[in-house]
């Protein structure tokens, strides 16, 4: 690995404490890439010289507005796309290599997939083409559709299956070849909240076996939840890079949570807090996310069907 090729150090690269400068599994040195039209004229600069390092074993987020640059780093880092200047290095091969390709599952924003086939039918074909065995196929393809939820779905054709389950298959495929890095595009476009946290589970789960996943999205909440460290992208020029708990963290704010505190105390540790030259700006109870209080609505509903939390008063209270 070249050092000094990481142009863009934020002082917190090497605190990422899953991974060392030894593993790394994708690394772009001063990669950049013009669009040009027919006459071979300059038509869009997608992306200025990108430095960056994505390491085995982390989740690595690449955000940016509609525009920013994020499909074409993807498309580079594939070997889809030639690069106008500079390089992509994918296990310390360069990117057009295509044998680095067997490591590699990807999910792209929008899966074609053959809707006459069924799930089954659709691991199966793909796990030819990895040149998998009859025997290594049936248990791949078994173990992948369980894991993505569509076991019961799993002899239905395509055609007939909803976005998220579509999503879902799009995911086993990018699966079938038990890829050491996994790129997902937009992987929880379509899916609902219960969706949406399974296929943040997966992917952290997918971290746990030890496989490097590089995410985009637009979904920021999502990004926040699963990924270790983000770069994000605005007019096809790195703007930000770093780890995401050091990059959100407010720091000139304390944040203590206690539990079973009387009215009394909490004045108390207000005077404590005053006495040695602070603020307090609000006590409160903290609240929910709207995706913990949608679970526990869901899961309370499946587990006593009928039940349900709005009283008739609140509900006549809405009519008004
Ligand atoms: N094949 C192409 N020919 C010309 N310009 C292109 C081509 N592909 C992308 N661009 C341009 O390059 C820039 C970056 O596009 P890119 O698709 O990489 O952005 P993105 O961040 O993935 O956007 P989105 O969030 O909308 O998917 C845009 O200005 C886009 O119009």
């Known amino acids: 690995m070249d050092i000094d090729s990481t142009a863009v150090a934020d002082g917190t690269e090497d605190s990422n404490a899953k991974s060392d400068s030894s593993s790394v599994v994708i690394e772009t040195r001063s990669l950049s890439k013009v669009y040009r039209d027919f006459w071979g004229r300059k038509k869009v600069q997608a992306l200025k010289p990108l430095d960056i390092e994505v390491k085995q074993g982390e989740i690595f987020g690449l955000l940016g507005p509609n525009g920013s640059g ?22 310390d091969q360069d990117a057009t290599e295509t044998k680095k390709n067997e490591r590699i599952g990807y999910l792209p924003e929008e899966s074609y997939l053959y809707k006459f086939l069924n799930a089954e039918e659709t691991l199966d074909f793909y796990g030819r083409l990895f040149d998998l065995s009859a025997a290594e196929r049936a248990a791949r393809v ?65 971290r746990d076996e030890g496989k490097t996943v590089l995410l985009c999205s637009h979904q920021l909440a999502d990004v926040q939840d699963v990924c270790d460290r983000v770069a ?58 709207m995706e913990e209080l949608f679970l526990q609505i869901v899961r309370e509903s499946d587990e006593r069907p009928g039940m349900r939390r709005v009283s008739e008063r609140e509900l006549q209270e809405g009519d008004k």
């Open 70 to 91: 994020k499909s074409t780093t993807i498309k580079l880092i594939l070997g889809l796309l030639f690069p106008t200047s500079g390089r992509v290095l994918v296990f």
């Open 142 to 206: 078994d173990e992948l559709i369980k894991m993505v939820g569509l076991d019961k779905a799993r002899h239905r054709q395509l055609r007939e299956y909803s976005k998220g389950m579509t999503r879902r298959v799009g995911l086993a495929q990018a699966l079938v070849n038990d890829p050491d890095l996994i790129m997902l595009d937009e992987p929880t476009t379509g899916l609902d909240p219960i969706g949406t946290r399974e296929m943040k589970d997966l992917i952290l789960r997918l």
């Open 232 to 289: 994000i992208l605005h007019q096809g020029e790195l703007k930000e890079l770093g780890r995401v708990d050091e990059l959100l963290k407010v720091k000139d704010v304390t944040e203590i949570h206690a539990r079973g505190l009387s009215d009394a105390a909490k004045k108390e540790i207000q005077e404590v807090i005053q006495r040695n030259g602070g603020t307090t700006d609000y006590i409160d109870n903290p609240t929910a996310t």
